[in-house]
């Protein structure tokens, strides 16, 4: 069974940092994109970041500059480094697998941001 697992949400000042990490429980994502969504209440779930396993990346305009992926293909890990972080990054944030039709979630982890 597939499962990814986030960690590294929190309450954080608006400026600070986090840094959130997904673990795969399988090698077989090792093939997969990999990536972060993010769900704010009342809102669409939104891509954050991406990578593909060869290390192409993808960002929201709202997070360039400013968020950072990262992918360990020996682990199976994808982090999500948060800087500068404002409170309309508040939201649930969800780790992401894809290959081709087939995707897998995390179970999400929350994100708050606020003085």
């Known amino acids: 069974q597939v499962q990814l697992v986030e960690s590294g949400g929190g309450l954080v000042q608006p400026g600070g940092s986090l840094r959130l990490t997904c673990a795969a429980s399988?090698?077989?994502?090792?093939?997969?994109?990999m990536g972060w969504y993010r769900q704010a209440p009342g809102k669409q779930r939104e891509l954050v970041a991406s990578?593909?396993?060869?290390?192409?990346?993808v960002y929201a305009d709202s997070v360039k500059g400013r968020f950072t992926i990262s992918r360990d293909n020996a682990k199976i890990t994808v982090a999500l480094q948060m800087n500068s972080l404002k409170p309309e990054d508040t939201a649930v944030y969800y780790c992401n697998a894809r290959l081709g039709i087939t995707v897998y979630w995390g179970q999400g982890t929350q994100v708050t941001v606020s003085s």
């Open positions: 990578t593909t396993n060869d290390g192409i990346t």
């Open positions: 399988t090698t077989i994502l090792r093939a997969y994109a």
